[in-house]
């Protein structure tokens, strides 16, 4: 073999050697850099999964933050009475069978009220005025209770609630008779329609609604004092033609001139702390029922006291017919 040959064949061994050192080279980067891009890769998904457990965690979070004070502040807002209160459109009408509403004005003649289970026709009618944390789903419960009870055609003129805090506070207004209160206007004008007609009214009414009706009577009587100029004596005497039975009222004080009977539940914290007292006027400088008014104080004590309050399950059930408890004659 001659010099050029061997040389040719050494620079072939050398070159075959330099690239098999090349591929293998090349395979081992190749190798490192596809395992570099799958740990990048997975640690990338593990971070991706850490990130959006992350964030899953703080939306959570965030969403059940949201719900709690979502649920607080629809709680606070019911509780003062704020939003779109569903019963508030309902303030102030007169209601009658079936839930039926009718606006204010509309002669109680006109209004189909709810009659007795057994007496479709009854002869007598009473307007009734409900108290706080009563929709009006509840009240037609209660007229239908009431015409049970008495035999009569029963017309509401609804108090409607929006919350207890919102009943509470326009509670307070009707004692100090401040504010505008859409039952005690809707009352009061039915009220003074009916005896200027000549016709007699009777009208029922449970906790706040004394306090409604006791403004609405004090409106009836400046009504007549004022825009017919009648004398103290014959206003009085004009709202003779109506008789008044409160149940728990939460009114102090009624105008003289109607004929009234007033129930007090001792064991009720609503009349005996806001209204007439658990005892007779005659020891309650704070309080008068009205003048030649029949105050029956009763005890029915209840381990929640509110349970005492219970229109349906305690006062109705103590009630007797007016005239018999006019006569003071509370007896079953």
Partial sequence: M????????????????????????????????????????????????????????????ARGVGNVVGG????????????????RVHDGKLLGADGATFPPGTPLADIPGVTPANNPNPQSTILYVNGILTTKEAQSESLQAIANATGSRVVGIHNATEGMGADLAQSVKDKLDKGTNPAVDTLADALYTEIKAGRDVHLMAHSQGGLVSSRALNDVYNRLRIEDGMSKQDAKALMGKINVETFGGAAATYPDGPNYVHYVNRGDPVPSMFGL????????????????????????????????????????????PFDQAREGNFNK
């Fill in 277 to 320: 007292g658990p005892i007779p006027d005659k020891w309650n400088p704070i309080a008068d029922g009205g003048k030649g008014s029949k105050v029956h104080q009763f005890n029915e004590f209840h381990l929640n006291p509110f349970d005492g309050h219970s229109f349906e399950d305690v006062y109705l059930k103590n009630r007797v």
């Fill in 2 to 61: 001659n010099p050029i040959e061997r040389g040719r064949k050494l620079i072939n061994t050398v070159r075959t050697g330099a690239e098999k050192a090349i591929d293998r080279t090349q395979d081992a980067v190749g190798n490192a850099v596809d395992n570099v891009k799958d740990a990048a890769a997975a640690g990338g998904r593990k971070v991706g999964q850490f990130v959006d457990g992350f964030e899953n965690a703080v939306s959570g979070t």
């Fill in 72 to 87: 607080a502040a629809r709680g606070v807002q019911e509780f003062f009475g704020g939003g779109n209160q569903p019963d």
